[in-house]
């Protein structure tokens, strides 16, 4: 059934008839009223696309979410009085950026942890690497200047280019 | 009989495939030299028969042959060659197909040029690399064969997917596998490493070109993609976080944070096993995006696939091969012995916080992706995970490792100078700064990030210039044009790359200072957008080969004088009653001007959405710098497999001559 739906739903985004992104007669006259319309629209999900936004997407459902901010942008509502009209309606599943609740936690978590974490791991396997690497005895640094003046003696100069 | 010859090729690829999976892993630990061996003939062996099956499904394809329902599904006889030729992987059995031969060929370029290399890492590696072509052959064979017969035969063919036919289909998804796909040969290799349990720099500078290779066609195969949806779907658009872009994403950055751990290794033997690590993970990452895309758990223009039992096919294939090669990771790599030492402030220790920052962009697009899937499957709750979250959390690591980038680049190996570097870097930063004031000024009110985004890319670029600079003219400027032969290619290879960088960032960053007009253009009046005018001169309908278009032929302006002139087109498409979106876009500079139509309205006026995109150009130019980087490196003499066998070879012919 939810496969069933789910091609259901592909096959209408494919088909979607041939509408248009943000068209001319939706603009509101107020500049200021529609470039706040437009900012909104940005940051909320066309349900029926990929991560589409609706100001993007040609398909007709997001056209009628753009109509419907702008009728409530124009009698008065402020922008989060539009979005939570739209959250009770759809759910979270219209916000682009996911709201910040106990489910989403280890999602927005999930950057700051692993840069921690790698942190973390980095600090310590570099401690440990020289942990397991002593610093060489003296009488070690003196066989090994030896080796090394031995060497440098022995090849010939590097001539300079 | 064509097509049944294809399918039994495929049958014999995968029992070599299996031999090659088996017979000379065997022998690496009888350490019997002929079972080794057969490594070797059975990855040509594999390779020559799905290139047989390969070519077999083209010449289907190519000639029309709707008795094979892939065929019939995908293609139509009235289409143009070259998208009949790209409509072989235009869909999912194909797409699979061509996956299994450019891991074929893969395997079979390392029985070929690794004769230098020690016998039982390259049995061990070919080992595994038939493994995976056993399991993706074995795949292909149960659930998605591309042969399987229509009967009856129809007469006519079902059409490719429009927004498919394109040029882009042609070059985007091969060149994509081939990045994937590149990736095998580094994680067979690194899996050949743990089971030997040992690893060296020479292991280092054989894996480096396949990965060089993997990353460049990676990084072409994204940007061409994203170059394909800005022009086709229509608003201008070049990267929407989808899931199936992030699936791509993912192996990119992983790859990147490889090539840049892998050269610690081959330089200073340091960083062994977090190179190991990351090999298996830019593979994984691939396996992951296969799964993403092929298995139909996201549905978008992409996802062909729809039958669960794929899926679940794929589910269990990525489930092998990332638990194994993590449980073996788990198990050996604790024997790999650590090597060069170095302190925190280094060209070392600058690649350390580059992989970290590059991993952790990785996992936040991976969380990102996979959260609402995972969620969904938990609670049953749906949220969407859009471009906001990206941009704050992989956006914002990618611009910090920007800044970190030019520093990096001009420290030194072991220990490092910052205060020297940072002498070095103070005309691009303040360069970089100046401009991020000026823009600010400029446009006061305007967009924050865009500046910062601007003035960090000069920065990036004048950084990376001024290293080259430095090493010209270090101890005089007079040697300069001989001390720039001296300089090795993989140097100017990463310097392209970094200004690669630059560019593109710049190019995201103008994104912030181009304009946009939706208008209804009627006939001779003109529409401003940005700085020019643009004019509707006439509209018309024109045939295509399998399409109707209405063409709108539009002038652009600017103080009066025709610069050029734009035709942006709607197709429809008769064989799946579709339309498409032509945009018209006139290159202007490095910008872009961009405009696409709607059906006309009866009065013959059309609603247009037009846009002005200064600099844009330099979004897709920057990536092909980078890869052309990425190709600079790979012809580095220490790079090129085979060499020191060559030389070795050529030296005993002279001793015997």
């Known amino acids: 059934m939810r496969k069933a739906l789910r091609l259901a739903l592909f096959a209408f985004v494919l088909a979607a008839p041939a509408a248009f992104a943000v068209q001319p007669d939706e603009l509101l006259p107020d500049p200021a009223l529609e470039a706040r319309a437009r900012a909104l629209s940005a940051e909320l999900r066309c349900l029926v696309c990929q991560n589409q936004s609706i100001d993007d997407s040609d398909a007709s459902l997001a056209k009628d979410i753009r109509v419907l901010i702008r009728e409530r942008i124009s009698k008065g509502e402020s922008n989060d009085e539009v979005r939570d009209f739209l959250v009770s309606r759809y759910g979270d599943f219209i916000l682009l950026k996911p709201p910040l609740k106990p489910e989403t936690w280890l999602l927005w978590l999930s950057a700051p942890l692993t840069l921690g974490l790698g942190a973390l791991a980095i600090f310590y396997a570099t401690r440990r690497t020289a942990v397991a690497t002593p610093a060489l005895s003296a009488d070690e640094e003196k066989r090994l200047a030896e080796i090394a003046g031995v060497a440098a003696a022995e090849r010939p100069r590097k001539t300079k280019r | ?657």
């Open chain 2, 1 to 657: 009989m064509i097509v049944e010859a294809g399918h039994f090729a495929m049958i014999l690829a995968l029992a070599l495939a299996i031999v090659q999976a088996t017979v000379p892993f065997w022998g690496a630990r009888q350490r019997d030299f002929a079972l080794m061996r057969v490594g070797v003939s059975t990855a040509l062996g594999q390779f020559a028969f799905v290139a047989l099956a390969f070519a077999a499904l083209a010449y289907a394809h190519l000639a029309s042959d709707f008795s094979v329902l892939n065929v019939a599904e995908n293609s139509h006889s009235a289409m143009p060659w070259i998208y009949k030729f790209s409509g072989i992987w235009g869909n999912h059995e194909g797409s699979m197909l061509l996956w299994s031969l450019i891991l074929a060929t893969f395997g079979a370029l390392v029985a070929l040029f690794g004769r230098s290399l020690p016998e039982r890492l390259r049995a061990d590696a070919l080992s595994v690399q038939g493994l995976i072509g056993a399991a993706f052959l074995a795949f292909i064979l149960a659930t998605s064969n591309p042969f399987e017969r229509l009967v009856p035969a129809p007469f006519g063919g079902r059409d490719l997917n429009p927004i498919l036919q394109d040029p882009g289909l042609a070059i985007h998804p091969p060149m994509l596998y081939l990045g994937y796909v590149g990736f095998s040969i580094v994680f067979s290799f690194a899996a050949a490493a743990l089971i030997e349990g040992r690893i060296d720099a020479a292991w280092a500078r054989f894996v480096r070109p396949f990965a060089l290779i993997a990353w460049c066609f990676l990084t072409l195969g994204i940007a061409m993609g994203s170059y394909w949806a800005y022009y086709t779907l229509g608003w201008g658009g070049f990267w929407f976080w989808d899931p199936v872009e992030n699936a791509s994403l993912m192996p990119w950055l992983a790859g990147t944070a490889f090539l840049h751990s892998v050269a610690v290794m081959e330089k200073r033997d340091a960083l062994k096993v977090w190179t190991i690590f990351l090999a298996i993970l830019a593979f994984s990452f691939s396996l992951l995006g296969t799964f993403l895309v092929r298995s139909g758990v996201l549905t978008s223009v992409h996802a062909f696939a729809s039958d669960p039992r794929r899926g679940v096919f794929i589910l269990a294939i990525l489930a092998f091969f990332i638990a194994g090669s993590l449980a073996l990771f788990a198990w050996r790599a604790p024997m790999l012995k650590p090597g060069g030492l170095f302190a925190p402030i280094s060209r070392e220790g600058a690649l350390v916080l580059n992989n970290l920052l590059l991993t952790t962009a990785c996992a936040s697009v991976f969380f990102g992706t996979l959260y609402p899937l995972a969620l969904e499957q938990l609670t049953g709750e749906k949220i969407t995970v859009g471009a906001p979250f990206f941009n704050m959390t992989a956006g914002l690591l990618l611009l910090a490792l920007t800044f970190l980038t030019p520093i990096g680049f001009s420290l030194a190996w072991k220990r490092g100078d910052l205060l020297g570097v940072a002498q070095r870097l103070a005309v691009a930063f303040g360069c970089g700064l100046a401009l991020f004031v000026a823009l600010l000024a400029f446009f006061r009110g305007g967009p924050v990030l865009a500046p910062i985004a601007a003035g960090l890319a000069v920065y990036v670029m004048l950084g990376t210039l001024s290293e080259i600079v430095s090493r010209l003219t270090r101890g005089g400027g007079k040697a300069a044009l001989s001390r720039a032969r001296g300089l090795p290619l993989s140097f100017w290879g990463g310097a392209l790359a970094h200004f690669g960088v630059g560019m593109l960032l710049l190019g995201l960053a103008a994104t912030g200072f181009g304009s946009e007009t939706i208008a209804t253009m009627r006939a001779g009046a003109p529409v401003q957008v940005g700085p020019y005018e643009v004019v509707m001169e006439s509209v018309a309908e024109r045939g295509g080969p399998n399409y109707q278009e209405t063409v709108a032929h539009l002038t652009v302006r600017s103080g009066g004088a025709v610069v050029t002139t734009i035709e942006p087109a709607r197709r429809q498409f008769a064989a799946r009653q579709m339309a498409t979106t032509q945009a018209g876009i006139a290159t202007l500079n490095l910008g872009q001007l961009y405009v696409s139509i709607a059906d006309p309205a009866a009065d013959g006026s059309i609603p247009s959405r037009l846009y002005w995109k200064p600099l844009v150009t330099l979004i897709w130019l920057g990536a092909c710098c980078m890869a052309f980087g990425g190709a600079v490196s790979l012809a580095d003499r220490r790079l090129r497999f085979g060499a020191p066998a060559r030389a070795k070879a050529g030296a005993a012919a002279m001793a015997a001559g």
